[in-house]
């Protein structure tokens, strides 16, 4: 019988989060720093499932500007009457017009508003539409679910949707039964646990417990089946305390540059990325952005994170936040959080982490690089 190999994704356990409560020294001794995809989850999730850069898959942040094939340009003819727009800020608000929205557009992936504002949403396009977890849901990209079908692997990847012990517990059943020859259980919860509590031991420490619990179980259980078996907990990226925040909205106010008309940009937390409409442009908003902390990224720059494309999806320009640096008001939300990520790549609180019962192998440095261990028949 086949060696089963297990994968566990906890996201935003960072390498820093590893080595300070010392997370399952004995059980996975073999462990390396990684090197994080730039970009957010919404970046490093695909580029686990499928080993592509965001350049290949396509999606670097949730927005982008594309009026040509915004799936949302019906909502143009509501939303100049959707005021005022403080009401339509509000989280409990959004977050039932986000449901509203992916139900009347057939969304299978996961999708929110956010703060993005309500007249920019019929001339911006949404990465996420598809379920990225099940076969095609990367559309041309193969995708982990597309791989391990076409091996013919009893395979399980957890459903984003459920609950972590719901997730934990169907693997150790599988496991248990000696059912599983390859298996992807995620587990989301402790992103938003350290974005609110970064720093903070008495959160985070009967956090980090309770993994180690679960991934105990789930150990526990492939050692019963009698099955040979490899173990694998991964993460995607760690988490940066909060240092300042700067408003890059007013900055860009200044300018007196209509956004759609002159310009367009998409805010993030850490990245502000824009798209050159009109001669001048360009010029304005550079000056207006050097009050803002952080740098432009060069085309080099962009080829090396993987988010360098011709056709300029992901901007004609984008600007890095200084690390510790959160933007907001943004298009994700009005106010900072104690945490964030998607700063440099090279920064210690961004680091990612490998965890093992086997050796790492020696060409896993990076996010991406895990997609050939999970597709690997050995």
Known sequence: MKKARIFVFIDALGWK?????GFLDDLLPNRRRIEMQFGYSCTAIPTILSGKQPREHGHLAFYDWAPAKSPFRAMRFVAPFMRPEGFWRRGRVRNVLSRLVKKLYGFTGYFQLYAVPLGRLPKLDY???RDMFVPGGLGDVKNLADIWKEQGQRYLISNWRNSEDANFDEAIAL????????????????DALQHDNVGKDEKLKPAVARYEGLVRRLYDALKASGREFELTVFSDHGMTPL?????????LAGTGLVWGREYASAIDSTLARFWWLAPGAKDKVVEAMKVIRGRWLDDDE????????????????VFLAETG???A?????????????????????????????????????????????????D
């Open 302 to 317: 962009m080829r090396r994170y993987g988010i360098f494309r011709e056709d300029r999806k992901f901007g004609d320009a």
């Open 127 to 129: 990465c996420e539409k």
């Open 329 to 377: 008001p943004s298009d994700m939300g009005m106010k900072p959080l104690n945490g964030m990520h998607g700063y440099d790549p090279a920064d210690i609180d961004s680091a990612a982490c490998w965890l093992s019962t086997a050796p790492v192998p020696e060409d896993v440095r990076r996010v991406g690089d895990y997609f050939g261990v999970m597709v690997s028949e």
């Open 175 to 190: 496991a248990s039964k000696g059912e599983l020859d390859r298996a992807f259980v995620y587990a989301a919860a402790f």
């Open 325 to 327: 640096i959160q933007f």
């Open 17 to 21: 989060q590893v080595g300070k409560y």
């Open 243 to 251: 240092k300042g925040v700067d408003n890059v909205p007013t900055a």
